[in-house]
């Protein structure tokens, strides 16, 4: 069956383009916006999904609209590809060579990924979860995953520890649960159990965020007030009370 949660897309895009998008389902889905990049062979596993999804996958996740576009821009030597200064250093050496390829219909442009390499989850216009340059291929589809599960409930995502070092730098509060690759999702699960059972009751906002630790801090304006290790939630819950 055709669906029009999924497209595929090709020319300049600026964000605003995409806020309207997002504007249009108004609370109903998560917008993705994923560029596979020509020259990443791990691209593949984005490239897999995506492929899924059109073949009707995506009409088991009813919480989702994708768009996805291919980029040509070529990644640096490090994994993951290139940053924005080695995209803008390249656009300077050949400036008539770039303006031709920002027309390219079949390419994908867009300015929240300027590395044209990564993918973005809209979680609200003003929340925005980006994952570019050396960002983890694997992670790609069970960070959707995770964050269709999330959607609507008071528990929210951040995107790793630079979304973290990012989230302290803006001097934001709220309760953070790290966890690591060895974190089992059966614990995930029971964690975001754990705090969905709380309800209205708690007032504080809970993030989960992948990182290399397994520890619950609660920050407040950006500085760290009580930090455990482990999932104990109850246990920081009456740290905080204290």
Known sequence: MATNRIKKL?????N????KLLNQL??????VVAIINQHCDECIKLHKFVGQLEQGFIDKLPQLVMVYGISDLPLT????????SSVSNSEN?????????LGDSRILTWAGIPSGHGYAIFLSENDVLTYQGDFDHDEF?????DNIRRFRSSIKTIAGLKGKRIFMEKKRSGIIIETSGTTQNSQILELEGKVNSYKEKLKIPVFFCKGLSQEIAYIVDGEVKQKIKGFNFDKI?????K
């Open 10 to 14: 090709g020319g300049i895009y600026k």
């Open 26 to 31: 108004n609370g109903r889905a998560l917008l």
């Open 77 to 84: 030597p490090e994994k993951g590809g290139s940053d924005r």
């Open 93 to 101: 050496d050949n400036g008539e060579e770039s303006q031709k390829k």
């Open 16 to 19: 605003d383009d995409f806020k």
């Open 141 to 145: 589809v069970p960070n959707i995953i």
């Open 237 to 241: 819950l009456r740290k905080i009370k």
